[in-house]
């Protein structure tokens, strides 16, 4: 089973940037849609971005023009530039690979916009 370890939240002013970062343990991303999703509280996770084995990128409309996902084949990563952040894109960042039935989350990352 892979494993997904996230970095790179924290706390950001509104307007700000932050990059996450999604580590595979090993190489997946030929078989696997590579998603972002975020969850607050009480409410669904929901799709940020993901990025086909092909490369298609797409995204919530939500963060379009302003989020950005990417992949090093050669690090096994997959990254999330967010900039413009907003107070509404407060919440836990969470990495899936995904392929067919096979899912796998990682752990999550906490992102807090606020002044």
């Known amino acids: 089973q892979v494993q997904l370890v996230e970095s790179g939240g924290g706390l950001v002013q509104p307007g700000g940037s932050l990059r996450l970062s999604c580590a595979a343990s090993?190489?997946?991303?030929?078989?696997?849609?590579m998603g972002w999703y975020r969850q607050n509280p009480g409410k669904q996770r929901e799709l940020v971005a993901r990025?086909?084995?092909?490369?298609?990128?797409n995204y919530a409309d939500s963060v379009k023009g302003r989020f950005t996902i990417s992949r090093d084949n050669a690090k096994n990563t997959v990254y999330l530039q967010m900039n413009s952040l907003k107070p509404e894109d407060t919440a836990v960042y969470y990495c899936?690979?995904?392929?067919?039935?096979?899912?796998?989350w990682g752990q999550g990352t906490q992102v807090t916009v606020s002044s």
């Open positions: 899936n690979a995904n392929r067919g039935l096979i899912t796998t």
């Open positions: 090993r190489s997946i991303f030929n078989t696997n849609v």
């Open positions: 990025i086909s084995p092909g490369g298609t990128t």
